[in-house]
């Protein structure tokens, strides 16, 4: 059971340079969301989409994209790294019951230099 | 905005005694609660899950309870193990559901033997 693929697992990028960290979910689930963790500051979410074909804002979009073409992918794109994107980053899923209950995948460290 | 607070940041105890972790949010206006696990260089696993209309989780020795009206739930751990030595995070979502978490920024928890 896979549940939730984050790819890569750990990257370091020059700035200036652009990274599309991959999301890849098995469970059909319609919510997905990207947050990044930082230490002293906890989990934030930077972008969501509730269902394919729909992209939300979260608490720090800024310098990210997204895009949610079908159920199962949701890529996370920095255009144009900068040093303050260097975090760890998650995605996590919602489940079909609507119940809220989140999912998580196990992180995509990313270093920018 | 809501907002969460998680005290204490850290908590070392002795194994086998029986603790608390606290989670304070500032809009009782939820959807639902969840409580969850991180281990170090992973992702977060899900523990418990309340709904609003709830007053308490159970799964094995963990047991959360919820109290929307003063805007507090209560994670507590039976007979702690070495094995549970991990950060906790609590994190709510607002009224309606399937919308993006808010959490806190955890508790780091080591169990001495």
Not at chain 1, 78 to 85: F, K, R, T, W
Request: net charge positive; aromatic share 8%.
């Amino acid at each position: 059971i896979a549940g939730i693929t984050q790819a890569p697992t750990s990257q370091i990028l020059a700035a200036g340079r652009r990274m599309t960290l991959r999301c890849t979910q098995d469970m059909r689930h319609n919510a997905m969301y990207w947050y990044r963790q930082d230490l002293g500051l906890g989990l934030r979410l930077i972008h969501y989409s509730n269902t394919a074909g729909t992209t939300g804002k979260g608490e720090v979009p800024d310098g990210y994209s997204v895009s949610r073409a079908n159920t199962d992918d949701f890529p996370l794109t920095l255009a144009s790294a900068v040093p303050s994107q260097t975090s760890v980053y998650f995605c996590a899923t919602t489940g079909t019951r609507n119940t809220g209950e989140l999912f998580f995948g196990e992180g995509s460290r990313l270093t920018v230099l | 905005k809501q907002e969460v607070t998680q005290i204490p940041a850290a908590l070392s105890v002795p194994e086998g005694e029986n603790l608390v972790l606290n989670c304070s949010f500032t809009d009782s206006a939820i959807y639902n609660l969840q409580w969850f696990r991180q281990d170090p260089g992973k992702g977060l696993t899900s523990l418990l899950l309340i709904q609003s209309s709830q007053r308490e989780q159970t799964s094995g020795r963990l047991n959360a309870s919820l109290d929307k009206s003063s805007g507090r739930s209560t994670l507590y751990i039976a007979a702690s193990q070495p094995g549970d030595s991990a950060t906790y995070l609590c994190a709510v979502t607002r009224v309606p559901g399937n919308t993006p978490l808010v959490f806190g920024k955890g508790t780091r928890l080591s169990v001495i033997a």
